[in-house]
């Protein structure tokens, strides 16, 4: 990783900017909203990926060692929605088809039936209801140093 940021940084034109965004270590919800309401709040089981630590890792590096300088941080939520548990669900295997990595038995079990438990929630909340991804998300502008 601190090998590719080194390598953006000999590309960049002296007034270029780095813009990175990645999804923070807090680990997503999964919500039922009805009738402009929150129904219910479920945090997304997954297993924590050393990918998301390393770029971390990698990023602060790049700052401290003066490859980069920081100009602004900024954390958001990014929201997914569907009209309903099978249409999120066929987005993220359409969106993370290109991820070869195994996923961890128990992970996928927790996984599973949570999406059982909230598509009941969803049906007894009428056919307005629909199912959000809430992910704490962060950005930084990166200018080379």
Do not use: C
Not at 16 to 44: K, W
Not at 76 to 83: A, L, Q, V
């Amino acid at each position: 990783m601190v090998h590719a940021l080194e390598e953006i940084h000999r590309l960049l034109r002296p007034d270029g900017v780095l813009i990175d965004i990645h999804p923070a270590r807090e680990a997503p919800l999964v919500e039922v909203h009805a009738d402009g309401r929150i129904v219910v709040t479920e945090t997304y089981p997954r297993a924590h990926g050393d990918d998301l630590v390393q770029a971390e890792e990698a990023l602060s590096e790049s700052v401290r060692t003066g490859v980069f300088a920081e100009e602004a941080v900024r954390a958001f939520e990014f929201m997914t929605y569907g009209s309903s548990v099978a249409e999120l669900r066929a987005f993220f295997e359409e969106a993370g088809a290109y991820d070869t990595s195994p996923i961890d038995d128990q992970v996928a079990a927790r996984r599973d039936a949570m999406y059982i438990r909230l598509e009941e929630v969803g049906r007894r909340s009428g056919k307005r209801a629909e199912i959000g991804f809430r992910e704490p998300t962060r950005m930084s502008r990166l200018a080379p140093s």
